[in-house]
């Protein structure tokens, strides 16, 4: 059996900020969010999040998908891993990690596991040119692991060590829970330090083994605003990396910002600034232009999107969507549609060949085919108080600048005469004219220009 404790108590001072340090975000999710993705990915039987710090934003973020244990005062990495009551007694082994070491992969997670099967306590460790603040990794005179060290009680000689531990620890579960009682209170930290383990089982004759990475910045927590910039540039890296090697232009990496679960077909090219989040799908040659924001969408094949925002919302093959428009909350665009600049959607099916090419607001809506909507269009889908629905039938005209107030029926074939505020429904094929008449008085247009220059 697979376990993993989560340590996700500390309130991470360095961070200078009053949420939970596993809650800082890295590519638009929750470090704590990442690695709990990766731990299930990998079929883990059972994940415990220790939490202490800001533990309700925690909780309400993981929302039942792992069991909590509670470590109301920070009081170090053994005190916490002893409160985790639901793994006492069980057979298996149990990773140990950090909640901020977001950027472990889940193969890596996966190859922990399997190197540790045959030995009691597996320490990961890495050699580094500056070891600076990290715990020392100290062998015997026979190469195995003796103890590790915290940097503050480093001797002379300790201080030229330049393998360190990295925090991630595999063990045996049993043996875990049997040995932490014994670790005591440490001076120079007055913490319960887990680092402690590897020392009291080695001196009980357990097997103990290192497992040295080629890539530690994969395991490095993030404990300050600029250790945050660089794990998320090293994940923007792997993750466009991914993308570029399947066959997906990218034009500026740098400036191209793509979440680890995002699917994108080849031939799709993704220009610069763009942010592309979420559970979110992009079809073959599909264009993505500068200064997108795009979150849990799907979007279809040979699509363009110019300079939009598009949230929860499924867009077919073959639209043209932008420049500055809004998708949102369950849209549906089909084949063949036009969205222009500064249109709207919230909660509307705009079917196949409809466009709706600028400064329109559909909300609630339900359009049907080969529909135009002219410049203006407002849907008044509230009164205040609740929402309500519009239809507008296949082949129907919307004329500039009319108002639809819902709920309401547009049928198939007719036409809304610009300038028109329609609050009735209109019957397939007519034509409905809802404004005031116009009234022209000759010669007082001069009048009243020759008054006002005077």
Not at 202 to 213: A, D
Not at 278 to 302: D, F, M, R, V
Not at 312 to 339: A, Q, Y
Request: glycine share 8%.
């Amino acid at each position: 059996m697979k376990y993993a404790i989560v340590l996700a108590g500390g309130k991470g001072t360095r961070m200078q900020s009053n949420k939970s340090k596993v809650m800082h975000e890295i590519l638009h999710k929750p470090m704590i969010g990442h690695l709990v993705d990766h731990l299930e990915m990998i079929d883990t039987d059972k994940i415990v999040v220790v939490t202490g710090h800001q533990h309700e934003e925690v909780e309400a973020y993981l929302n039942g998908r792992v069991e909590i244990a509670y470590q109301e005062e920070q009081y170090g990495t053994g005190d916490a891993v002893s409160r985790v009551n639901q793994l006492r007694g069980l057979e298996g082994s149990t990773l140990i990690v950090l909640g901020d070491c977001a950027l472990i992969q889940p193969e890596s997670l996966a190859n922990i596991f399997e190197k540790h099967q045959g030995n009691d306590l597996t320490v990961l460790s890495a050699k580094v040119a500056q070891p600076a603040n990290y715990r020392r990794i100290v062998r015997d005179n026979q190469g195995y692991i003796d103890r590790i060290v915290d940097y503050r009680t480093l001797t002379e000689a300790e201080q030229a060590i330049n393998e360190i531990s990295l925090g991630i620890y595999c063990v045996n579960n049993k043996l875990l829970f049997k040995y932490l009682d014994e670790i005591k209170d440490d001076p120079a930290t007055d913490e319960v330090n887990i680092i402690k383990l590897a020392e009291i089982m080695k001196k009980n004759g357990h097997k103990i083994q290192s497992l040295r990475v080629d890539d530690p910045e994969e395991y490095f927590g993030v404990n300050d605003r600029m250790q945050l910039l660089k794990a998320s540039q090293w994940l923007q890296q792997k993750v466009n990396l991914k993308h570029m090697v399947n066959g997906v232009t990218i034009m500026d990496p740098n400036t191209t910002y793509i979440a680890t679960e995002v699917t994108i077909e080849a031939d799709a090219i993704i220009y610069p600034n763009n942010h592309i989040y979420g559970k979110t799908s992009i079809g073959a040659e599909t264009e993505i232009l500068p200064n997108c924001w795009i979150e849990n969408a799907t979007i279809g094949k040979k699509t363009v999107i110019e300079s939009s925002k598009i949230m929860n919302t499924t867009i077919h093959n073959n639209v043209v969507v932008g420049p500055n428009s809004h998708l949102r909350m369950n849209s549906v665009v089909e084949d063949g549609c036009r969205i222009g600049n500064f249109v709207e959607f919230k909660n509307t099916f705009f079917s196949e060949g409809s466009k709706c090419s600028h400064l329109v607001y559909l909300g609630d809506t339900k359009v049907g085919k080969n529909v135009n909507i002219g410049c203006g269009v407002v849907t008044v889908n509230y009164d205040g108080k609740h929402k309500y629905q519009t239809s507008i039938g296949n082949n129907a005209f919307i004329g500039s600048n009319s108002n639809l107030i819902a709920p309401i029926t547009i049928g198939n074939d007719a036409v809304i005469a610009a300038g028109s505020t329609v609050n009735q429904n209109v019957e397939n094929g007519a034509l409905a004219i809802a404004r005031s008449r116009q009234e022209n008085k000759p010669g007082y247009g001069t009048k009243y220009i020759s008054k006002e220059g005077k």
